[in-house]
């Protein structure tokens, strides 16, 4: 058995194993649209404990010009609202949309609704339900609203979000609405769903108003997609760092276990 020593530098082990996994996982997604690298930090406690932290790092990540028109990178902090298929709203960083089979923004892969601005009301809108009553009685349901873009007309986005319809035949332009960017006051306590997609939490605060546009710190970019956050030199360098950690780890092992044999052996030979 393990002394105090042994216990420590085993979980010391495990933890760096682990941390040389998230490592390898940023490395492999530095093509990964929205992706946002982990980084583990290694903590000593007043009794020796070595306490592991991971938390998600936010910073932006570099823009690449893809000339696809429903490709769209945030250049600033925020995030794209979507809607998943229980209604329950996600955040993400992924902008690679595609029209639906109505002409309806979704994203590309997933096909989750995006979120349009209500602008000057922020609210859900109230329309007649015409066939039905609700569990209150009531003849009214709460519908939110879709961002439709007519198949005839050419779609133009701005750094605001504005999605613009322009005939392709008159040059006339029309509005259409405008996409929906949030932010969090604590986005590294956002808990994360896979592929990019985030729900809030305690920890990350409500959904926050963000300023955005070509005079604000966040933009809207048409026809660019955000690629990974990852360092390529520094993730190597941790690589190199972790493996060497690991390998001084278990000759700790090693010694310590060698030990035990000879104490152990010293007790057999002495009854």
């Not at 009794?47 to 570099?62: L, M, T, V, Y």
């Not at 996600?90 to 609704?113: I, N, P, Q």
């Not at 209500?118 to 709460?142: H, S, T």
């Not at 276990?257 to 009854?271: G, P």
């Amino acid at each position: 058995m393990f002394n105090k020593l042994g216990y420590q530098t085993v979980r010391a082990t495990e933890g760096s194993s682990e941390a040389l996994a998230k490592t390898i996982e940023n490395i492999s997604n530095i093509k990964s649209v929205g992706y946002k690298k982990k980084q583990t930090t290694f903590i000593e406690t007043l009794n020796g404990e070595i306490i592991r932290h991971e938390a998600k790092d936010f910073s932006q990540g570099p823009l690449r010009k893809t000339t696809e028109v429903f490709d769209l990178a945030l250049d600033g902090p925020g995030f794209f609202e979507v809607e998943l298929p229980n209604g329950q709203r996600a955040y993400s960083r992924a902008g690679c949309f595609r029209l639906s089979s109505e002409g309806e923004l979704v994203t590309a892969d997933e096909g989750y609704r995006v979120i349009p601005l209500i602008e000057g009301v922020g609210k859900p809108i109230i329309e007649i339900n015409k066939g039905r009553k609700n569990a209150l009685g009531l003849n009214i349901e709460v519908t939110t609203p879709k961002l439709i873009i007519p198949a005839d007309l050419v779609p133009e986005i701005s750094e605001d979000g504005t999605v613009n319809g322009i005939n392709s035949e008159t040059g006339e332009k029309r509005k259409i609405g405008r996409i929906n960017v949030v932010a969090f006051n604590n986005p590294q306590g956002l808990e994360s769903v896979g592929k990019g997609f985030y729900l809030p939490t305690k920890l990350s605060g409500q959904v926050q108003e963000v300023d955005y546009g070509p005079n604000d710190s966040t933009k809207v970019k048409q026809g660019y997609l955000e690629y990974g956050n990852v360092d390529i030199t520094q993730e190597m360098m941790n690589v190199t760092q972790m493996k060497n950690l690991i390998s001084a780890q278990f000759k700790v092992l090693k010694v310590i276990d060698k030990l035990y044999e000879q104490v152990n052996y010293t007790i057999s030979k002495s009854v």
